[in-house]
């Protein structure tokens, strides 16, 4: 699932909670939760044609995107509106939300670290043998978005 996705979520729980630690638990529980839900994206990358080469140039303008708009957010006013205790919950509650993708991509970088922690990622990733198609997988990630950012108070 989009990183955007992830970090609107802690920040919606770190507004909810204002308490970092709980709010960082919570958060990186939450991506997990996100995760089981059939979105689509693993197959953005599997069903790719083109060679490696291309492949990590399509991963890498995904992530781009991804975090071109992840920064658009995270300066915008949707996610700090209240005081400065629940500006910290809410950082902490993104830095939860992101922190399993994090361990995963260091396992890909280093095939080694995070070995547990990779595997139970995608077994919760690919839990429910359902597959939508990438663009419903868009659609379906653009709506919880966007459902997370009307929840704002
Ligand atoms: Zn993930």
């Known amino acids: ?3 955007t ?6 920040a919606l729980i770190g507004q909810q909670i204002n308490n970092p630690l709980l709010a960082f638990i919570l958060s990186f529980v939450s991506h997990f939760v996100l995760d089981l839900v059939p979105h ?25 995107v991804d975090i071109v708009i992840l920064l658009g957010l995270l300066v ?16 902490s509650g993104i830095i939860g939300g992101l922190l399993p993708d994090f361990l995963v991509g260091c396992h890909e ?6 070995k547990k922690f990779y595997r139970f990622h995608f077994w919760i990733h690919d839990l429910i043998k ?10 379906f990630q653009v709506i919880i978005t966007g459902i997370l950012l009307l929840s704002f108070r």
């Open 1 to 3: 699932m989009l990183l």
């Open 5 to 10: 996705v992830h970090a609107t979520a802690g």
């Open 40 to 64: 689509g994206d693993q197959d953005w990358i599997d069903e790719y044609k083109g060679d490696q080469k291309s492949k990590v140039v399509k991963i890498i303008m995904i992530v781009a």
């Open 76 to 91: 915008s006013r949707f996610y700090f509106i209240d005081s400065f205790a629940t500006g910290l919950s809410i950082a």
């Open 109 to 114: 970088l280093s095939n080694r670290l995070f």
């Open 130 to 139: 359902v597959k939508p198609t990438a663009f419903q997988g868009v659609a």
